[in-house]
Nanobody
Framework: QVQLVESGGGLVQPGGSLRLSCAASGSIFISIYALGWYRQAPGHQRELVAG???????NYAASVKGRFTISRNNAKRTVYLQMDSLKPEDTAVYYCNMNIGTNTNYWGQGTQVTVSS
């Protein structure tokens, strides 16, 4: 079995920072798979926030570019999302994703991020 478990969410003030972590467990060689972070706000569809390839190439949603940084540590079987200069519109449930093939993905359970005064 393979599981992805997110952590690090919480309540922060606008302009604050959070660091999300997603740890993979189970019999899977994560270094050969792309990883990503998605988010879903109430009443909205899930959207890609940031992705990172097996080689370390990254891509970001325009709304978070320059504020968020995705990284991975294959030895620790973990992908991170460093979120700085947070805005209220960043409020959402954030999900870790691992793509293991065409139209085949593993998802974490989600972690709540709330940005509010």
């Amino acid at each position: 079995q393979v599981q992805l478990v997110e952590s690090g969410g919480g309540l922060v003030q606008p302009g604050g920072s959070l660091r999300l972590s997603c740890a993979a467990s189970g019999s899977i060689f994560i270094s050969i798979y792309a990883l990503g972070w998605y988010r879903q706000a109430p009443g909205h569809q899930r959207e890609l926030v940031a992705g990172i390839s097996t080689s370390g190439s990254t891509n970001y949603a325009a709304s978070v570019k320059g504020r968020f940084t995705i990284s991975r540590n294959n030895a620790k079987r973990t992908v991170y999302l460093q979120m700085d200069s947070l805005k209220p519109e960043d409020t959402a449930v954030y999900y870790c994703n691992m793509n293991i093939g065409t139209n085949t993905n593993y998802w974490g359970q989600g972690t709540q991020v709330t940005v509010s005064s």
